[in-house]
């Protein structure tokens, strides 16, 4: 069985159509779930298997899948070239993910809050043209806006840390263009965005959130069953009270936005966060535009 990423949105890649690189690597059952499990302490690799050759990644792409961290030292990374297929580029960095560091060959990396182990995250990998992102479950950990390198294919290794602690991952997709929102929506339960924006201490829209607005007016077009809270948060800037109604407030508008567009009201709830729900750290410029976000959940 073949996969071809020139397909938009191709869904989950079955086991089968992966091929070893090197090491040893073993297809298990988790739970009551289908696993690829990184079987030793020795580096172990994968690669999709093609029916097309040389460079099969789209000028824009995406790449996800479910990974698990048994202990500190867990690690998975992400190259983007094909060690199976392809020719060793002459530079193109490595994604390194652990579970309390996600760094970006050639570039800086970012401290993630300790958590206990074991436990599955999210990834996602996003690349447009030049731009590079790496989201770890929510939270956006790297924002590279000129990767100066072209992504040609795709290699996940990683190993056991210690023997017996599993290495694992599973619900991988490699998609051409970014995740589709109704897709993001019915397996996440929620898409969540930074791109809506505000003007300063108000509730007032600005210009350029029309493009995510108008994307999610469409999907509800398409799917007359949906229905979603519209949730919005802050940061901690200013007072704790002020922030909570100015997410209120801010939600409201997107609803409103939304309705002006010809969704009907009855398919949405609001609901405003203020700053009690962080998803990053308020002390840094590109933590507080993580927090400062709204999120469409579905219900």
């Not at 990423?5 to 890649?13: A, F, L, N």
């Not at 599955?120 to 790297?142: C, D, P, Q």
């Not at 009270?241 to 009201?265: C, F, M, P, W, Y």
Request: glycine fraction near 8%; charge should be negative.
């Amino acid at each position: 069985m073949y996969c071809d990423p020139e397909e938009d949105g191709m869904g989950i890649m079955p086991h089968e159509v992966w091929d070893l690189y090197k090491g040893n690597i073993e297809i298990a059952n988790y739970g009551d779930e289908n696993v690829i499990n990184f079987a030793t302490t020795q580096n172990s690799s994968i690669v999709p298997l093609m029916k097309q050759e040389g460079d099969y990644l789209a000028e824009k792409f995406t790449i996800e899948f479910d990974a698990y961290f048994s202990e500190f030292c867990t690690q998975y990374d992400v190259s983007f070239w094909d060690m199976v297929s392809q020719k060793p580029p002459k530079y193109i960095p490595v994604v390194h993910i652990k579970p309390e560091y996600v760094s970006v060959e050639g570039f800086s990396g970012t401290d993630l809050d300790k958590r206990p182990y074991p436990f599955w995250e999210h990834m996602a990998i996003s690349f447009n043209t030049r731009a590079l992102k790496v989201y770890f479950g929510e939270k956006r950990v790297m924002n590279i806006p000129n990767l100066r390198a072209n992504p040609m294919g795709l290699t996940i290794t990683s190993s056991q840390c210690h023997k017996g602690n599993q290495a694992l991952i599973k619900n991988i997709r490699i998609a051409k263009g970014g995740k589709k929102l109704y897709d993001r929506i019915m397996s996440d339960g929620k898409f969540v965005t930074s791109g809506i924006l505000f003007d300063v201490n108000k509730s007032t829209l600005k210009p350029e959130s029309m493009g995510v607005i108008n994307n999610i007016a469409k999907m509800m077009k398409e799917h007359m069953d949906l229905r979603l809270s519209i949730e919005g948060h802050t940061d901690s800037d200013g007072d704790e009270a002020r922030n909570q109604e100015l997410s209120e407030k801010r939600a409201a508008a997107v609803k409103d936005t939304l309705v002006t567009r010809g969704i009907e009201s009855s398919r949405f709830e609001t609901k405003g966060h203020g700053e009690s729900k962080p998803v990053d750290s308020n002390t840094t410029p590109e933590g507080k535009a993580n927090n400062r976000r709204v999120e469409f959940i579905k219900i």
